[in-house]
Every structure is written in structure tokens, then in C-alpha cells.
């Protein structure tokens, strides 16, 4: 079982930044990736950052060079550092966490989500 708390969203004026958290408390699971998706009004959900357990990061092609995940394994908390937002960020951000649980599946857990809305 995994809970995810993620905090840091808001509004913010296009080239703004942003710096959104999640908190990850698990009782029988082993996070693998962590990451972060974003869904807009009328769009699906989409991935736009992520970070494996030996700290490989994958982006989609429209953050790269803006925003900048980071993971800390000690407290189970990843980071997304949003700069230069641009209006087309706006979404509900969520964060994701893949793993397996102690009878050996593969399970992934969502948090609530945190609205981040970028004014032009």
C-alpha cells in the first residue's frame, strides 16, 4: 500500500516557476519509478517527468530544459522544479509511483493531484 501527498501547485504568471513535491508513505511496496504526469481540461494524462530507483530520468520532449525532477530515497519524496512555465503547462499534476509489493507484483499508486494554472 502506498500513499502519495503531493503539495506546490498553484497559480503563477508565464515565466514563472513552480516547485511541486511528493510524499510517498509505503507499508509493504518498494517504490521502483517515481514520477510526475500532468492532465489538462479535455486532454488525457501524460507523462511528464519520471525517476528510477538508480536515478535515471525520463522527460517528455515539451519540459526538457525547463523542469527538472529530483529524488530523495531517504525520505521517499520526489521533486518537480518547474521554470519558464508557460500557459500551456496549466493541468492537474500527479504523481505516480511504480513498484512491486511483497508478493512480487507489479502495482502502481496515483496521488490526488495539485492544480498548477499558468496566466499568459
Known amino acids: 500500500q502506498v500513499q502519495l501527498v503531493e503539495s506546490g501547485g498553484g497559480l503563477v504568471q508565464a515565466g514563472g516557476s513552480l516547485r511541486l513535491s511528493c510524499a510517498a508513505s509505503?507499508?509493504?511496496?518498494?517504490?521502483?519509478?517515481i514520477g510526475w504526469y500532468r492532465q489538462a481540461p479535455g486532454n488525457q494524462r501524460e507523462l511528464v517527468a519520471t525517476?528510477?530507483?538508480?536515478?535515471?530520468?525520463n522527460y517528455a520532449g515539451s519540459v526538457k530544459g525547463r523542469f527538472t525532477i529530483a529524488r530523495d530515497n531517504a525520505e521517499n519524496t520526489v521533486f518537480l522544479q518547474m521554470n519558464s512555465l508557460k500557459p500551456e503547462d496549466t493541468a492537474v499534476y500527479y504523481c505516480?509511483?511504480?513498484?512491486?509489493?511483497?508478493?512480487?507484483?507489479?502495482?502502481?499508486?496515483w496521488g490526488q493531484g495539485t492544480q498548477v494554472t499558468v496566466s499568459s
Open positions: 509505503t507499508s509493504n511496496f518498494r517504490i521502483n519509478g
Open positions: 505516480r509511483a511504480d513498484g512491486i509489493n511483497t508478493s512480487g507484483w507489479v502495482d502502481h499508486y
Open positions: 525517476v528510477s530507483s538508480g536515478g535515471g530520468t
